[in-house]
């Protein structure tokens, strides 16, 4: 059963994709629920559909763009979503991130992630620190060590600092195939709440032994590069969407990709960059109806080849 606030951001989401024509058809199905998976290291129910930050929030406090990516995070909340993935690397997106949900007075509702990208203790403290201003909180929720840098002791300090309470959650990531064997040694070696890789219908390589050593380890999975920089929807731009995709409650491209993305169970959840409202409200749908089985994963891989 929804609570009365639950009903409350699906009125707000339906109110959202009524006012975006593409997306009016799924009007009734925004106000399904949100699917969740658990965090295996503490049974914590996270929401499968989040939002990425690299080059979409590198913008400065007094842009305009500010306004769209306040409406982005409202969609966010108000579509039952919370994960937002950011990092000092990204720009001044930490910033812009902290100032967003600052303004929309959103920090209770929403699973703050961030990076530390920094070879030494110092260093690696000091802009750890820096997010902790940057994102205007006292506790950050996940901090991972980006792209494997100086890991073994950044890792330790990350451990420090939640055994303080200051981080909820730690882990290390990358994003592109070629880092796989390196981040699986990492797991295999470190204790880690999560790791973040890419995987999508064109880079599949996790399926063969990350998403397994995960599932069967209890590490949470962040999927980044889900469309791999919009490449993969530039394949299908100007094409309709196959009769099939009603099988599995998907009326958008973007959505048959993040779809079979989230149909591997091991996946805990997916964060596409976006600084639309429209997409995010798209994405969010993603979450939601019936996953692909293997048939009809294999149809959405066929459609994008």
Request: aromatic share 6%; charged share 25%.
């Amino acid at each position: 059963m929804q609570t009365r606030r639950q009903l409350l951001h699906r009125s707000a989401l339906l109110a959202t994709i009524a006012a975006c024509g593409t997306l009016w058809p799924l009007f009734a199905r925004a106000a399904e629920p949100l699917r969740m998976r658990k965090i295996p290291t503490s049974g914590e129910l996270l929401p499968v559909v989040g939002l990425g930050t690299s080059r979409t929030h590198d913008i400065s406090l007094d842009d305009s763009e500010m306004q769209d990516l306040l409406e982005v995070l409202r969609v966010l909340v108000e579509g039952g979503a919370k994960l937002i993935d950011t990092a000092p690397s990204y720009g001044n997106a930490d910033r812009v991130v902290g100032e967003l949900v600052q303004r929309q007075s959103a920090r209770e509702q929403v699973f703050l992630a961030t990076k530390v990208s920094s070879t030494g203790r110092e260093r690696g403290l000091a802009q750890i620190e820096d997010s902790f201003k940057a994102l205007q909180t006292d506790t950050i929720d996940l901090i991972q060590v980006h792209n494997l840098q100086d890991t073994s002791t950044q890792l330790g300090l990350l451990r420090e600092l939640k055994e303080q309470g200051r981080i909820r959650y730690i882990g290390v990531t990358h994003y592109v195939e070629s880092a796989h064997d390196r981040l699986l040694e990492v797991l295999k070696q470190e204790p880690v709440d999560f790791v973040q890789f890419n995987y999508s219908v064109s880079e599949r390589n996790a399926e063969k032994q990350l998403l397994p050593y995960c599932a069967d380890n209890g590490i949470a999975t962040l999927i980044n590069r889900p469309f791999t920089r919009g490449n993969l929807l530039s394949r299908v731009k100007g094409k309709p969407l196959p009769a099939w995709a009603a099988e599995i409650d998907a009326s958008s491209w973007a959505q048959l990709l993040l779809k079979f993305i989230l149909a591997e169970p091991a996946v805990t959840a997916v964060i596409p960059a976006t600084s639309t409202p429209r997409y995010m409200a798209d994405n969010i749908l993603a979450g939601q109806g019936r996953l692909p089985d293997a048939r009809q994963r294999q149809l959405v891989v066929e459609a994008f080849q």
